[in-house]
C-alpha cells in the first residue's frame, strides 16, 4: 500500500500525517513548541534544533506506525513563511530564522529599499509593496547589522525550502514562496527580478526555482539515517503553509478563498489573471502557473489568549459562554486589535490596540466579544479589497479559532458571508501529503480530498448593526494613528 507523508512547521507546533491514496489518515503526529521573541519586533526560531529536529522526530514517530505492507511513495514539507534562514555550505545555519510578517525589524531597510526602487516600480515589478512580510528587507537587516553573518552565508531559504534541502541536498525554493519574498521576484513573469536579487543577495546565488508538487529529489542517505524514511524516497518541495492548507481543503479555483482562524489570521483567494493592489500580497499560487491574492492579520487568537490571561485565566469555555450573553454589537464596545502592530492593510508595525466606548457597565464577555468582532471587522475589510479582483465564489474556513461559536458567527455577521467548515481539519499537513501524491504521479493532478462537513450562515438580524459599527470602526485608526505612534516611540527597545 502506497502512502504518503505529509508534515508542517507551523508557529506553535510541527504536525506529521501520514495518508493513503484516497485520502484517509493512516497516522498523525504533533510536537508543541514556541517562537522565540528575543526583543520588541523580533520573532525567531532555530532551523536545526527546532524545525529540522522535529521533522526527524515526526517522521521516525510516524515510520514506525507504518501498517503491513505499507510503503512511504513520497513526502512533502511546509513551514511557516516567508522566513529567512542563512545557512553556511554545510547547511548550518549562522543565526536563528527570522520568521514571516510578525518579526518588524527591517522597518528602515523596507524605507530605504522602497526609496532605491520606488513604490510604482515594486507593485509594476513584484506585484506588492514591501512590508514586514517581505523577506527582501530581512535579507537587507542582516546584511547592515550582522555582516559577519552574511558574508559567511553560502545560501538562504524558507523553512520548507531548508527542509527539503536537509532531506535531499537540493538548493531550490517553490514559485510560492519566492513570490513573498519581495522584492526579488517577479510575479507577473513567474521568474527571479535577476536584478533586485542580485543587488540585495550580493554573493548569495538564488535557489532554482520549482512549484510546490515538483519533486526536487530524494532522501539522502544521511537523511534517512535521522528521519527513518527510506533513502531514495521523492521529496516534492512544499510551500508556506498557509497556502498548503488552502491546497488541502479545495481552495484551488478562481474566486475559491480561505480563512484561516489562528493566533493570526490568513487569507488566500485565488484569481484567474494578474491583479496588484498595494494593501495586499499579490503571489503565485500552489498549482503551476496559478496565482493568488493574500493577507494576513498580526493578531487574531494570540489576542484572545493575551485577553484570557490578562483577566484571570478563565477557561476557554467558560469565557465563550460569557461573550455569548453579550449581544451582537457589545453593547457599543468597538476594539482595534492592532496589539503587535497590523499587516494587512495598514502595514504599520506601529499600530497599537484601542478599545473605545467603555463604560462600567461592560465586563470580561463584552471585551471577548468586541475582541472577536475587532478581528471581524478587519476581516471584511480585506475581503471588499479581494473582490475588486475577483468576486468569491466560495469561503472556507479553517484552523483552531473555530472552537469559538461566538468568532466564527462573528465573522460571516459582519461580513456577510457564509463560511464552509471541511470534515478534515488537519491542516497543511495534509495539503503537504496530497502534493506528494501528485508529484510522484500517484493520483491525477485535479485530485481534491477535501469534503465540506458544515456551513455557518451569515444572521441576517444583525446585518444593519453590523453595517453601522463597520464605518465607526473604520474611522478609528485613522482618527488615533498620530497618537498611538507617539506612544509607540515611547515603547523600551
Not at 173 to 183: V, Y
Not at 202 to 220: C, E, F, I, Q
Not at 298 to 312: C, E, K, N
Request: charged share 20%; hydrophobic share 40%.
Amino acid at each position: 500500500m502506497d502512502l504518503l507523508l505529509g508534515i508542517d512547521i507551523g508557529t506553535g507546533s510541527t504536525k506529521g500525517v501520514l495518508v493513503d491514496l484516497s485520502g484517509a489518515v493512516i497516522a498523525s503526529e504533533t510536537i508543541a513548541h514556541a517562537m522565540s521573541l528575543p526583543r520588541p519586533g523580533w520573532a525567531e526560531a532555530d532551523a536545526e534544533n527546532l524545525w529540522w529536529r522535529e521533522v526527524c522526530q515526526i517522521s521516525a514517530a510516524l515510520m514506525a506506525q507504518l501498517p503491513s505492507g505499507g510503503s512511504v511513495a513520497g513526502m512533502g514539507v511546509s513551514g511557516v513563511g516567508p522566513c529567512l534562514v542563512l545557512c553556511d555550505d554545510q547547511l548550518q545555519p549562522l543565526r536563528p530564522a527570522i520568521l514571516y510578517g510578525i518579526d518588524t525589524r527591517a522597518t528602515a531597510e523596507i524605507d530605504s529599499l522602497t526609496a532605491e526602487f520606488g513604490e510604482d516600480n515594486l507593485l509594476e515589478r513584484a506585484g506588492t509593496l514591501l512590508s514586514s512580510q517581505a523577506v527582501g528587507p530581512k535579507i537587507e537587516w542582516v546584511r547592515r547589522h550582522e555582516p559577519e553573518v552574511f558574508d559567511r552565508a553560502t545560501g538562504w531559504y524558507g523553512s520548507n525550502s531548508y527542509i527539503a534541502a536537509k532531506l535531499t541536498g537540493e538548493y531550490v525554493i517553490d514559485h510560492h514562496t519566492a513570490s513573498q519574498c519581495d522584492p526579488l521576484y517577479a510575479t507577473r513573469r513567474f521568474d527571479w527580478n535577476h536584478d533586485w536579487a542580485r543587488r540585495i543577495c550580493a554573493h548569495l546565488p538564488l535557489p532554482r526555482l520549482v512549484w510546490p508538487s515538483d519533486v526536487v529529489g530524494t532522501v539522502t542517505a544521511e537523511a534517512a539515517a535521522a528521519t527513518g524514511v527510506p533513502a531514495g524516497t521523492p521529496v516534492v518541495a512544499g510551500t508556506i503553509d498557509a497556502y498548503s492548507e488552502a491546497f488541502s481543503v479545495g481552495v484551488r479555483q478562481p474566486g475559491d478563498q480561505m480563512l484561516m482562524y489562528g493566533s493570526t489570521m490568513f487569507l488566500v483567494q485565488v484569481i484567474d489573471e494578474y491583479f496588484s493592489d498595494p494593501t495586499l500580497w499579490t503571489t503565485t499560487g500552489v498549482e503551476r502557473g496559478s496565482l493568488a491574492l493574500a493577507a494576513g492579520t498580526s493578531t487574531a487568537g494570540s489576542l484572545i489568549g493575551w485577553l484570557q490571561a490578562t483577566t484571570g485565566g478563565a477557561s476557554f469555555d467558560e469565557l465563550t459562554a460569557e461573550a455569548a450573553a453579550v449581544p451582537p454589537g457589545s453593547e457599543g464596545l468597538l476594539m482595534l486589535p492592532y496589539l503587535a502592530g497590523e499587516r494587512t492593510p495598514v502595514f504599520d508595525p506601529r499600530a497599537r490596540g484601542v478599545v473605545v466606548g467603555l463604560t462600567l457597565r461592560h465586563g470580561r464577555g463584552h471585551l471577548f466579544r468586541a475582541a472577536y468582532e475587532g478581528i471581524s471587522f478587519g476581516i471584511r475589510q480585506i475581503l471588499e479589497r479581494f473582490d475588486d479582483a475577483h468576486s468569491a465564489a466560495r469561503t472556507v474556513a479553517v484552523g483552531g479559532g473555530l472552537r469559538s461559536p461566538v468568532w466564527a458567527q462573528a465573522i460571516s455577521d459582519i461580513t456577510g458571508r457564509p463560511q464552509l467548515v471541511p470534515e478534515q481539519a488537519i491542516g497543511a499537513s495534509y495539503g503537504d501529503a496530497l502534493l506528494a501524491a501528485i508529484g510522484t504521479g500517484l493520483v491525477d493532478p485535479d485530485t481534491d480530498w477535501a469534503r465540506m462537513a458544515r456551513e455557518i450562515e451569515p444572521d441576517p438580524r444583525n446585518g444593519a448593526l453590523y453595517d453601522d459599527l463597520y464605518g465607526t470602526w473604520l474611522e478609528l485608526y485613522p482618527a488615533t494613528r498620530s497618537q498611538v505612534h507617539r506612544l509607540a516611540a515611547a515603547d523600551p527597545d
